[in-house]
């Protein structure tokens, strides 16, 4: 265990100012407090706080920081209270102790159920103090890393699964790399223990082929630029199993086909010698083309700077170079706990888009979101997805999610401008509005004073902001379509009862089936949200069994699963698209089918253009996020499997072993080397069939997987 005068030699060591006796009452208090406590590995419990605090003197934080750190755990797991710290350590550790032992109370109550709340509450207590977060990211970074002596594996899975939904993303959005590639590898360990050990014995066997060749390359960069006359530190690293699963994922691309599974780090005194070393790396070796970034002309928003390239290096090698100096580096590794070393370039960070601003912008959410799954679901969005960097013609600079398309840009700009958008330039070039968004571009949007939002945006933005305008404004439009489109089918379903629809039919409808006004009532005939038949039962009852006779497949899909989605109210009766296979996560548009109820399809579903002429029929759907026990939903693969012994059984195993239960398999075509099948799988959401997929890609056998889209 760390004595107490190496943590405050530590902290002297970048704050020679820093208050010791402060630390040391703080060492001894915690100590005594927590007494015989022992953790679950088996050590005196004292030594998980001062393990946090260590990390937290590695992060370099302030001794307040390193003082809560200590006492992180004393309120929940001992007789202290919020008022003997307070009265030993002041207010502003008192304060900052309550906040980090509040979001330890969160964890405990694992219901999904209480997600949601939890969620806000957890938001509201970062959002106050910035070290709260960093405390409870330490503190999480040692749970992690002693995660295996939790005997049971069900607690170890939650606190994996935690790790990688919300700290190792929140590390991320705070600048903080290291702890989240190291937050997310411990994680995957946990998660998916097989995955890893395939891409670790990869990473070995590669390794072992190659006979000490990120020693070579390093040694070889490092000598071709001193001989250049550039003094650098020079650091070559095989990339962590986690990093290497998420690129297999996103590229959708086997193992053999990364390039970079290695990277490397040039560490510099100076700017110049940023571009110095650059120039002489050019020289030397030939660039990868559309690989070169300059993140230090352009710095992104969470303050990282460096420039990155990719060289077919030594060694004739593919391997990407990050070249940035000290300082750079810094705060590439540390994010917002290098703020106290370098104030003035965090604090310099364009404003609203700093990490700092990102968290008030949660906690001004949360406080007062429209809806509480909105809110959640927007700030884990943006929390989930990388960012890409884009400019007005003015040159501001819009950071927007990944994914983002000039809607997302018109209305980052100004809600006014992404109503009126008509269309846009990218880099002076008239692009669709569907069109996503690289970084650097340069973005005009085209405005018309008559447009209005349309309900097919909605599938295109990936903004909170813009979806919520969007949503504002199609609620009130696309009500006035469904109660015209609802009155139009009750009446058709009346004249096939061989009845007729009259304005005294409808009083008496709305009064016996509890409606305010006849809008509603229609409204929820064209939303599919009521039986026809219950309409006509509601005015007369004794024409029910014709009219149910008739009809007696509307309200009977049997392939209606009650898989939550949003945009539809409880009861209505919808089926997923047998054609695109749809699955929680995909993104979704319901096509109303009078007569049938809605069809889900995915937004990318081949059978869509059937529709493109009745914009009234699409309905915006999404998939609950936090729905309770979710249904199993088929998942339809076509797998290009190599024509040798045992590769099927290997594919039937992958799949096994991911959780996923085929249902249905059958031969599409073959020729002597090749098998092609299709696959359905019973899965839980589009995230578990990706990491089917990746499972599948990752096999020798498997030369190509991809889902049916028809
Ligand atoms: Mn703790």
Redesign the pocket.
């Known amino acids: 265990m760390m004595r107490q005068y190496e943590l405050a030699e530590r902290v002297h060591a970048y704050d020679p100012e820093a208050d010791e006796t402060l630390l040391n009452r703080a060492y001894v208090f915690a100590m005594k407090a927590h007494g015989n406590q022992r953790r679950a590995s088996g050590d005196p419990y004292f030594s998980?706080?001062l393990e946090?605090a260590g990390i937290c003197t590695e992060l370099k934080l302030d001794v307040d920081t390193v003082v809560t750190a200590l006492l992180?755990?004393t309120i929940e797991d001992t007789e202290t209270t919020y008022d003997d710290i307070k009265r030993l350590f002041g207010e502003d550790i008192a304060a900052l102790v309550d906040g980090v032992t509040k979001l330890?109370k969160l964890e405990l109550q694992s219901e999904r159920t209480k997600d949601a709340e939890n969620f806000r509450k957890f938001v509201l207590a970062i959002s106050d103090d910035v070290r709260v977060l960093l405390v409870k990211l330490a503190?999480r970074l040692h749970?992690m890393r002693t995660l295996a002596h939790i005997p049971k594996p069900e607690k170890r899975q939650r606190i994996a699964q935690e790790t990688m939904d919300i700290y190792a993303p929140l590390a991320g959005r705070m600048g903080m790399h290291e702890l989240r590639e190291e937050l997310e590898d411990l994680a995957f360990r946990e998660l998916n223990p097989d995955a890893r050990d395939s891409i670790v014995k990869r990473q070995e066997f590669l390794a072992a082929a190659s006979g000490g060749r990120v020693a070579r390359i390093t040694d070889e960069i490092k000598r071709v630029l001193t001989a250049a006359g550039i003094e650098a530190w020079v650091r070559g690293r095989q990339k962590r199993p986690f990093s290497i699963w998420r690129k297999m994922q996103e590229k959708s691309i086997s193992f053999e086909q990364l390039s970079d599974i290695m990277g490397f780090r040039v560490v510099v005194g100076s700017l110049a010698d940023c571009y110095k070393a650059l120039g002489v790396l050019h020289m030397t070796w030939r660039l990868v083309p559309g690989r070169f970034k300059d993140y230090i002309s352009l710095r992104k928003p969470n303050g990282y700077q460096s420039l990155h390239t990719t060289i077919v290096g030594p060694d004739n090698a593919r391997i990407e170079v990050q070249i940035r100096t000290v300082e750079m580096n810094d705060i590439a590794e540390r994010g917002v706990a290098a703020h106290w070393s370098y104030k003035d370039h965090v604090t310099s960070i364009q404003d609203g888009q700093s990490p700092y601003a990102f968290l008030q912008r949660l906690g001004e959410m949360a406080r007062e979101g429209e809806t509480l799954e909105d809110v959640i679901e927007n700030t884990k969005l943006e929390l989930f997805q990388d960012q890409v960097f884009c400019f007005t013609p003015k040159g501001d600079l819009i950071a927007l999610p990944k994914g983002a398309t000039p809607i997302d840009f018109g209305y980052a700009v100004h809600t006014d401008v992404g109503n009126q958008c008509v269309g846009a330039r990218i880099n002076g070039r008239a692009a669709p509005l569907r069109t996503q968004l690289n970084n650097g571009d340069e973005v005009e949007i085209v405005r018309s004073k008559s447009q209005t939002p349309q309900p097919a945006w909605e599938a295109m933005v990936v903004t909170g902001k813009a979806r919520s305008a969007i949503r504002r404004h199609i609620r009130s439009v696309h009500r006035a379509e469904l109660v015209k489109i609802g009155k139009r089918i009750a009446e058709k379903a009346f004249l096939e009862a061989d009845q007729e629809l009259t304005d005294k039919g409808v009083e008496e409808a709305i009064k016996r089936l509890k409606y305010a006004k006849a809008e509603d009532l229609f409204a929820a005939v064209g939303q599919g949200q009521i039986a026809l038949r219950d309409v006509v039962a509601a005015v007369f009852p004794e024409s029910v069994d014709a009219a149910s006779g008739k009809r007696g497949r509307a309200s009977g899909n049997g392939s209606a699963k009650l898989i939550p989605i949003r945009g539809l109210t409880a009861g209505v009766s919808y089926h997923l698209g047998e054609c695109c296979h749809p699955l929680p996560g995909d993104r979704i548009v319901g096509i109303l089918e009078p007569g049938q109820g809605v069809v889900v399809h995915t937004i990318d579903c081949d059978r869509l253009v059937a529709s493109q002429d009745h914009p009234e029929r699409w309905l915006d759907l999404r998939w609950e996020s936090f729905a309770a026990d979710r249904q199993q939903a088929t998942a339809r693969l076509r797998v290009d499997l190599k024509n040798e012994p045992g590769a099927l059984a290997t594919l039937c195993t992958i799949i096994a072993k991911a959780q996923g239960n085929i249902s249905n398999l059958k031969v599409t075509d073959r020729s002597t080397s090749f098998f092609q099948f299709e696959v359905d799988i019973e899965v839980r959401d589009v995230k578990h069939v990706t990491n089917i997929m990746t499972a599948l890609r990752a096999s020798p056998v498997v030369s190509s997987v991809e889902r049916s889209r028809e």
């Open positions: 998980h706080p946090v992180h755990d330890s503190d749970n």
